[in-house]
């Protein structure tokens, strides 16, 4: 029986690295507008080769990419470049469809919901406050917290401490098999991998179940609570 669900949150809940790429275009394209000698594919590669390197939160990204290739940062450029990132992202940061119907669904049989994410605390709940996903979940838990990121078992626990569930009444949702699916499992707790934020081309994710659509999450619980019968989702 499913009594609670724990969420990753970027290209799990949120349309993240759409988001990421739009606000990196701009970025540069505003970088160029105010005299950046670059072409606009290369910086880009450039910022997104940083980015894989020291992780896609990484808040100096800019400094980094213009001192590395022009041996100083010039302050213009900087602040062109930060503002045309902030205008795009406030554009692009969307939910992926059905959301929020999936969780007001969730909200009415009783499960309990809880997000952890690997991103710094403060923007995991810029994402969530801007979005207005604050009012669905009990719970945020970060790595911040621990030191370690996913797929480390201690956020994984924590979140099963604060849900007052067992592992094999919880199941984690997430993008990235590597550490949501895999960390959730060293805990005992069952696995629904969101495939349609699948970024790294992840052919096998391991999960206990493989969703085309966050929605099918309503089903997932309703045959394992057995209210009905099973979806036709990867169920192994």
Do not use: C
């Not at 602040?79 to 045309?84: D, H, N, P, S, W």
């Not at 990121?149 to 919880?170: C, I, M, S, V, Y």
């Amino acid at each position: 029986m499913i009594k609670a669900i724990v969420f990753d949150i970027d290209n799990t809940l949120t349309d993240f690295m759409r988001m990421k790429r739009a606000a990196v275009d701009a970025a540069v394209e505003a970088m160029i507008d105010v005299g950046l000698p670059v072409d606009k594919k290369e910086m880009v590669d450039k910022i997104f080769d940083v980015y894989w390197k020291e992780g896609v939160e990484d808040q100096k990204i800019f400094d980094k990419v213009l001192e590395k290739e022009f041996g100083r940062v010039d302050y213009k450029i900087l602040a062109a470049g930060i503002i045309g990132y902030r205008r795009a992202k406030e554009g692009t940061m969307t939910l992926y469809p059905h959301v929020d119907m999936t969780l007001i669904e969730l909200m009415q049989m009783g499960i309990r919901r809880a997000v952890i994410s690997d991103a710094p605390k403060l923007p995991v709940w810029l994402r969530i406050v801007g979005l207005g996903l604050h009012h669905y979940f009990d719970h945020i838990i970060t790595s911040e917290d621990f030191g370690a990121p996913k797929p480390n078992p201690q956020p994984f626990r924590k979140a099963l401490e604060f849900l007052g569930t067992e592992p094999h009444e919880t199941l984690m949702v997430g993008d990235w098999a590597e550490r949501d699916i895999a960390g959730a499992k060293r805990v005992g707790m069952k696995t629904a991998w969101a495939k349609y934020g699948n970024t790294f081309d992840t052919k096998d994710s391991g999960a206990d179940y493989e969703l085309g659509d966050i929605h099918d999450l309503v089903e997932i619980v309703k045959k394992e609570n057995g209210l009905s019968e099973p979806l036709p989702v990867a169920a192994r």
